[in-house]
C-alpha cells in the first residue's frame, strides 16, 4: 500500500474548498448563527506558532459548528497599522505599505496551508482607506456625541520611539515596546471617553458567563471602582479650599499631612516663586505617568509654605507636601495622608518624620489589655501600616464603628457641614488616542486660527495618509510633510492645517469584528448584518489582550449603540484565551543561545539544556511553522496543537510529539485504505443483528462520538483527541469476519471521519472520498448517535420458566421493569419453553433474574 501523500492531499482539498466557495457565508434569518473569531494578526512577516494554535483552536470551533448545523461566520483579516511598519521601512529602505502588504501576502499564502475555514471573501486589512475612512467618520460621531474630546494632558512620553503612549502600554515605567524609561510631558491630545461606561463596563462583565474569570477580575481591577468621598480643606492662610479624593473618610482624625501632585495647580503656583520646588517638579516629571512606574519610585516629597485646616478638629492644621507618589490624574490629584493606615503615606512619614496616629484597631484588639501597646507599637514603630478592616478608635464621635459604619457616619458628616460628598471614582481614565506617528488612521480634524478644530466635512473622508513621506526623523512624520497638512478650513475657508496625529492602532481592532459582519458594505456595516451576527459567540486569542483590546472593544461597542450603529452591547459573548507555546532552550559553553539545529550540531556535551520558555526570537528556540507543515502536513500540526494541553495551557513542543501525531495521520489513512476492499458499499441497509465483537465497537463508536460532541463543545480538544485515538486501536484491532461486522466497521470510518474532521479536515475529506462518498465532509453534518448504545453497564440477566433456568439476556442496568419483561418473553428458548401457554405472572428481580411463571 502507497503511503499518505499529505502534500498532494492538503492542497487538492484546499482547492477544493476554494472553488466551492465552501466557508462563504451570508445572512440567513432561518439558521442559526454562530460566529467564530480569532484575534486577527498583526502582519509582521511570517506567521508564528502562536498563530498557528490560535487559528487551529479557532477552526476547530468553526467547523464544529458548522457540522452542527449553525451558519457559521469565520472570517479573517489583519491589523495591519504601527510602528513596526515604520521601522522596517526606515531600517530596508522601502515603504510601510509595501513592507505591510508583502508580509500580509506571504502570511495569507502560509495560512492558506493550514486549510483553515475562513471565508476569504471577508478579509479586511486596516490600513486601506476602505477601512479606515469608517473608523473616521465613527470619530466625528464620537466627537458629535460628545464622546470624543481634546485636551491639554500630560503624557507618557516614550524618548525612542517619540510618541505618547497610553498608560496600558507602559509597562513597569517603561515603553512596552522600545523598553526606553517614559518621561512626561504635556500636549494637547485627543480622547475618547470610556469613563462614561465606566460602571457599565462593569456592570456588563456580569454577563459574560463564558469568559475566564481571570480575564473578568482583570477588567474589574482596571476599571477600579471606588467608593469614598471628596472633602474640602480650608487654606489658613487664604481664602480657598483644597479639593482632595479619599476611600477612606474613616481615618479622617488619623490624618498627619497633606500631599499634592507634581502638577497639581497649587505646586506649579508655589514653583513660580519657589525654585528649589520647580526643581523637585521636574524631577517627578522624569517618572512615567504609570502608577507602576510611581509605585515602584522612592517616595519623595517637598514641603509647601502652605497648610490646611482638619475639618473635624478644631485648631488643627495640617501642613501641604508636594509628592511624586501622588497622581496627577487620579481623583483630585490631592490627598490627606494617614500613615498608620496607608503604607505609601507611612514611608512617608517615616522619612520625613511626620506623626503616625493609629485610628483604627483590629477587632479582638479593641478594649483589651494590648490595645494600648499595639497603638504604640504602629504610632512609633511599625514599618508597616494597618490597613485591614477594624474598629475605630481615637477618632470621637467614629470611635467604636466598624469601618463601613465609620465611613458613611464621616461622609454623613462631612455633607452635613457642607465641606464635601460622598463619591464613587474609578481607576480607568479616559482613553487617549492621538499618536504622533505616520502608519496610523489620520485623524479627521482641521485646525483653523478662528474656527479652532473643524472636523473633515464627511464627503471629504477619508482623510488619506500622503504615499510620499520622510520617515526616520524624529519627530512626526506627517507634521514634516511639507504640503500635506495644508488646506483651507471646511468653515471659513482660510488657510488651515490639518490634525497631523493618527489613532493609537487599537482605535482599528476595537471594531473590526463588526466590519467583519459586512466586510464589503460601503458603510461601516449595515445594522441588519451587524444585528444578525453580534456578538461574535466564540472570541480566541492571547491573554496580553485581557485588558487593553477587549476593553476597548466593549467601550466601542457602547459608543457605537448610542450612535445608532448597532444595538449589541457586548462584541465578545464566550472569550478563551490560550497559553502559550513554549520549547526548550540551549546555550553553548559561552552562554549564547542556541537553536535546537545548533545545539543538535554541537553534540550533548557542548549544550546547555535549558528549562521550557515560550518560543523567543530571543532565545532562539523558535520551531518555524513553515518547516512542520512541509514535513509533516497541516493535519499534524494541526493535531499536535490540540494534543497534549488543553487550550488554556502552555504548551510544550517536542520533535517527539510531533512525530507522533504524524504517525498517528499516517495511521488512519492506512487503516482506511487496508480495509476499503472488505466495506460494503455506501448506503448499505443496517444489519437486523451483530456479533458481541461488533456490539461492543459499534458501543464505542457511539459513545466515542457522544464523548467527542461533549469535549468539542467545551474546548476538551485533547481529551477528544485521546478518545478519537482510543477508538481507532478499537477499529484497528476489529476482526470483521462477517457482513454485519463489515458494516459495523464502515459506520466506524464514516463516524471517525466525521469526528475527525474539525481538527484534521484534509485527512477527513482523504477518508470521506476513498469511503465511496461523493459530498464534502465540509458539508456533513455531525453524526447524531444512537442513545440506545450510550447505555454504559450492561448485565447479564438470568431468565427461568416455571423456576427453571432457560437461557439469558443482556440488559442496561437499572433498566424498566417492562423492558426486562418483553426482552425475557422474546428469547426463543422462553418461547419454546412456554409452549404457547399465557404467562400467569412474571416476576422481575432488577439487575438479577426474571421468572415466568405459566
Ligand atoms: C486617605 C487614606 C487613608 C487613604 C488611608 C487610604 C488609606 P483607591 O482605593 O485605589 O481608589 N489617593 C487618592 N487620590 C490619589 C492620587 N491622585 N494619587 C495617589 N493616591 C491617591 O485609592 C484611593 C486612595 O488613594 C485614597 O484614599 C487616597 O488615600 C489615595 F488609611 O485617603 B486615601
Ligand atoms: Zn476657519
Not at 502582519?43 to 449553525?70: C, E, W
Not at 483579516?77 to 500580509?104: K, R, S
Not at 479622617?252 to 513660580?272: D, T, W
Request: hydrophobic share 40%; proline share 5%; aromatic share 10%.
Amino acid at each position: 500500500m502507497s503511503r499518505y501523500n499529505f502534500k498532494e492531499a492538503e492542497a487538492k482539498w484546499q482547492k477544493v474548498w476554494q472553488d466551492n466557495a465552501t466557508f462563504e457565508v451570508t445572512e440567513d434569518s432561518d439558521r442559526a448563527k454562530y460566529y467564530v473569531l480569532e484575534m486577527f494578526p498583526y502582519p509582521s512577516g511570517r506567521i508564528h506558532m502562536g498563530h498557528v494554535r490560535n487559528y487551529t483552536l479557532g477552526d476547530v470551533v468553526a467547523r464544529f459548528k458548522r457540522a452542527q448545523g449553525f451558519n457559521v461566520l469565520h472570517p479573517m483579516g489583519w491589523d495591519a497599522f504601527g510602528l513596526p511598519a515604520e521601522n522596517a521601512a526606515i531600517q530596508n529602505n522601502t515603504h510601510p505599505a509595501t513592507w505591510t502588504m508583502q508580509n500580509i501576502a506571504t502570511m495569507k499564502a502560509q495560512l492558506k496551508t493550514m486549510g483553515l475555514s475562513y471565508d476569504w471573501t471577508r478579509e479586511v486589512a486596516t490600513c486601506t482607506p476602505q477601512y479606515y475612512k469608517h473608523e473616521q467618520k465613527m470619530f466625528l460621531d464620537f466627537l458629535q456625541a460628545g464622546l470624543a474630546y481634546k485636551k491639554e494632558s500630560w503624557v507618557n512620553w516614550d524618548p525612542v520611539e517619540h510618541t505618547v503612549l497610553a498608560n496600558e502600554q507602559v509597562i513597569d515605567g517603561k515603553g512596552w515596546r522600545s523598553g526606553a524609561a517614559v518621561e512626561k510631558k504635556q500636549l494637547s491630545q485627543w480622547f475618547l471617553k470610556i469613563t462614561q461606561y465606566g460602571d457599565d463596563l462593569l456592570e456588563g462583565l456580569k454577563t459574560l458567563e463564558r469568559w475566564p474569570e481571570k480575564v473578568r477580575i482583570m477588567q474589574e481591577n482596571w476599571i477600579g471602582r471606588s467608593e469614598g468621598a471628596r472633602v474640602f480643606f480650608e487654606h489658613t492662610d487664604r481664602d480657598a479650599s483644597l479639593e482632595i479624593y479619599t476611600t477612606r473618610p474613616d481615618t479622617l482624625y488619623g490624618a498627619s499631612f497633606m500631599a499634592v501632585a507634581a502638577n497639581h495647580p497649587l505646586a506649579l503656583e508655589q514653583a513660580k516663586t519657589d525654585p528649589e520646588l520647580a526643581a523637585f517638579i521636574q524631577d517627578c516629571n522624569a517618572l512615567g505617568t504609570s502608577e507602576a512606574a510611581i509605585e515602584s519610585a522612592e517616595k519623595k516629597g517637598y514641603k509647601t509654605q502652605l497648610s490646611v485646616k482638619h475639618p473635624f478638629i478644631e485648631g488643627h492644621t495640617l501642613p501641604i507636601y508636594v509628592a511624586n507618589f501622588v497622581l496627577m490624574e487620579y481623583g483630585t490629584g490631592a490627598i490627606f495622608a494617614c500613615p498608620a493606615h496607608d503604607q505609601r503615606d507611612l514611608d512617608f512619614a517615616r522619612k520625613y518624620n511626620l506623626p503616625v496616629i493609629p485610628v483604627v484597631a483590629p477587632k479582638d484588639i479593641v478594649g483589651t489589655d494590648e490595645e494600648a501597646a499595639w497603638l504604640e507599637h504602629l504610632a512609633n514603630t511599625a514599618a508597616e501600616a494597618f490597613a485591614e478592616d477594624g474598629i475605630a478608635v481615637n477618632s470621637d464621635f467614629l470611635n467604636g464603628l466598624a469601618m463601613a459604619d465609620a465611613k458613611s457616619a464621616a461622609i454623613a458628616k462631612i455633607e452635613q457641614m457642607g465641606r464635601g460628598k460622598g463619591t464613587v471614582q474609578y481607576r480607568l481614565r479616559d482613553w487617549g488616542v492621538s499618536r504622533q506617528r505616520y502608519w496610523g488612521c489620520p485623524i479627521p480634524i482641521i485646525h483653523c486660527t478662528d474656527c479652532g478644530p473643524v472636523p473633515v466635512p464627511e464627503d471629504q473622508l477619508p482623510v488619506e495618509l500622503p504615499q510620499d513621506i520622510t520617515l526616520g526623523q524624529a519627530g512626526n512624520p506627517l507634521d514634516a510633510h511639507p504640503t500635506w497638512k495644508h488646506v483651507p478650513c471646511p468653515s471659513c475657508g482660510k488657510a488651515a492645517v490639518r490634525e497631523t496625529d493618527t489613532f493609537d492602532t487599537f482605535f482599528e481592532s476595537s471594531w473590526y469584528f463588526a466590519r467583519f459582519t459586512d466586510a464589503k458594505s460601503k458603510q461601516a456595516f449595515s445594522k441588519s448584518a451587524a444585528e444578525y451576527w453580534l456578538p461574535v459567540d466564540q472570541y480566541i486569542g492571547g491573554i496580553e489582550h485581557a485588558v487593553l483590546h477587549l476593553l476597548y472593544s466593549r467601550f466601542f461597542t457602547r459608543a457605537l449603540n448610542d450612535c445608532g450603529y448597532l444595538d449589541v452591547k457586548e462584541p465578545f459573548a464566550g472569550l478563551m484565551t490560550q497559553g502559550m507555546i513554549c520549547h526548550e532552550t540551549y546555550q553553548d559553553s559561552g552562554g549564547k543561545w542556541l537553536t535546537p539545529q545548533e545545539a543538535e550540531r554541537l553534540g550533548e556535551g557542548q549544550v546547555k539544556v535549558g528549562r521550557s520558555e515560550k518560543m523567543s526570537k530571543s532565545k532562539k528556540n523558535v520551531v518555524d511553522p513553515e518547516l512542520i507543515i512541509g514535513t509533516y502536513g497541516a493535519d499534524t500540526a494541526r493535531l499536535f496543537m490540540l494534543s497534549d494541553s488543553p487550550p488554556d495551557r502552555d504548551l510544550d513542543w517536542t520533535d517527539a510529539g510531533v512525530e507522533g501525531a504524524w504517525r498517528y495521520v499516517s495511521r488512519v489513512w492506512r487503516m482506511v485504505h487496508g480495509a476499503l476492499d472488505s466495506l460494503p458499499t455506501v448506503g448499505t441497509a443496517q444489519p437486523g443483528s451483530f456479533s458481541p465483537e461488533a456490539i461492543a465497537l459499534r458501543a464505542q463508536t457511539h459513545k466515542t462520538v457522544d464523548g467527542v460532541t461533549h469535549d468539542l463543545g467545551h474546548f476538551h480538544f485533547n481529551k477528544a483527541v485521546a478518545r478519537i485515538r482510543e477508538l481507532s486501536n478499537s477499529l484497528e484491532a476489529f476482526n470483521a469476519g462477517d457482513d454485519a461486522s463489515a458494516w459495523v466497521r464502515r459506520e466506524a470510518f464514516e463516524f471517525l471521519a466525521k469526528i475527525i474532521n474539525p481538527m484534521m479536515p484534509h485527512l477527513a475529506e482523504e477518508v470521506w472520498q476513498a469511503l465511496g462518498h461523493k459530498t464534502l465532509i465540509a458539508d456533513e453534518s455531525w453524526p447524531s448517535v444512537d442513545p440506545s448504545l450510550l447505555v454504559d453497564d450492561t448485565l447479564t440477566i438470568a431468565v427461568q420458566v416455571n423456576g427453571k433456568m432457560r437461557g439469558t439476556i443482556e440488559l442496561a442496568k437499572d433498566c424498566p421493569q417492562d423492558e426486562a419483561q418483553a426482552a425475557a418473553l422474546a428469547l426463543d428458548t422462553v418461547i419454546a419453553a412456554m409452549a404457547g401457554k399465557p404467562p400467569r405472572k412474571v416476576i422481575v428481580v432488577p439487575n438479577r433474574i426474571v421468572n415466568v411463571v405459566v
